[in-house]
């Protein structure tokens, strides 16, 4: 959720294309606000065929990653009860 909401306060997007063990991905960097030097920019990987993400990574101020997010078994579009939405 935050990579779609940065990705909407940024002015610059870094759209690129990675090859990665056969598969083909689209990569969108972009920096993440707020001046953290743990937390300077973060990359998407969305695999070309599918259009799921593949991974995401957050890089520090030396362009080193800091945390790795891998994406597994994603499912969408899923039938959710109306219910569970319900404020009591």
């Given at each position: 959720?935050?990579?779609?909401?940065?990705?909407?306060?940024?002015?610059?997007?870094?759209?690129?294309?990675?090859?990665?063990?056969?598969?083909?991905?689209?990569?969108?960097?972009?920096?993440?606000?707020?001046?953290?030097?743990?937390?300077?920019?973060?990359?998407?990987?969305?695999?070309?065929?599918?259009?799921?993400?593949?991974?995401?990574?957050?890089?520090?101020?030396?362009?080193?990653?800091?945390?790795?997010?891998i994406y597994k078994d994603?499912?969408?579009?899923?039938?959710i009860q109306d219910d569970?939405?319900?404020?009591?």
């Amino acid at each position: 959720g935050y990579f779609l909401r940065n990705l909407n306060m940024v002015e610059e997007v870094d759209i690129d294309e990675e090859k990665i063990e056969d598969k083909n991905y689209i990569t969108i960097k972009i920096d993440i606000p707020g001046n953290n030097k743990y937390r300077v920019y973060e990359k998407l990987w969305v695999d070309k065929k599918t259009h799921m993400p593949y991974k995401l990574t957050i890089f520090n101020e030396s362009g080193k990653e800091t945390v790795n997010v891998i994406y597994k078994d994603i499912k969408y579009n899923i039938d959710i009860q109306d219910d569970t939405f319900r404020i009591k």
